[in-house]
């Protein structure tokens, strides 16, 4: 049952790519409760086009592509939304996970490096990244 919890509140959800993905069900839980959010995936992920389900389920949200490890993509993704709601967002759901290594069936014994490198920008230090455009473009007021 929906309580109206975050009635008035403005987020940005990164990371539903299908059904199954948390960020997917937590987009829905966020507008049923009355949140009114931007949604965001990696373009490789929106050619997919599940994502368009899911925004129009939750009132025809904006969908605005953006890969984590790009900062110009970050900046215009945080512009863009709030150009939409007309000021600062309230909460960012980070909600992103890939390696290379798994998907392209590495044993443990041959990790790639490089792949892995990579998969710790895409995984983790893509929370910093979001974090400080938010704060830089003005989004957020501060962090902590
Ligand atoms: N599923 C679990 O049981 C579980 C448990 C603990 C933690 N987690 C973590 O929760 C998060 C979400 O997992 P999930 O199970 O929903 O998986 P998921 O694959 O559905 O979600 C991961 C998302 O990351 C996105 N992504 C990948 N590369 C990106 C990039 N460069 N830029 C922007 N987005 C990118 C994918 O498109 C996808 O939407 C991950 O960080 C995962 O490690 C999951």
Redesign the pocket.
């Known amino acids: 049952m929906a309580n109206q919890l975050l009635k008035g509140k403005k987020g940005i959800i ?5 059904e ?4 997917w069900k937590t987009a829905l839980k966020c507008y049923e409760e009355g949140a009114q959010i931007v949604l965001t ?2 373009p490789v ?1 929106l050619r997919m086009g599940e994502i368009n389900k899911l925004a129009e389920a939750c009132g025809n949200a904006p969908v605005i592509g ?4 790009n900062m110009d993509d970050l900046k215009k993704l945080f512009e863009e939304s709030m150009n939409h709601f007309g000021g600062k967002i309230d909460f960012v759901l980070h ?4 390696s290379l290594n798994v998907r392209k069936g590495k044993h443990y014994t041959e990790l790639n490096y490089e792949w892995n490198a990579k998969t710790l920008d ?2 983790a230090m ?1 929370l910093h990244r979001v974090l400080r455009t938010a704060v830089g473009s003005g989004c957020i007021e501060r962090l902590g």
Do not use: P
């Open positions: 990164f990371g539903a790519l299908d199954k993905s948390i960020a995936n990696a992920a953006a890969d984590v490890t909600s992103i996970g890939m895409i995984s893509s």
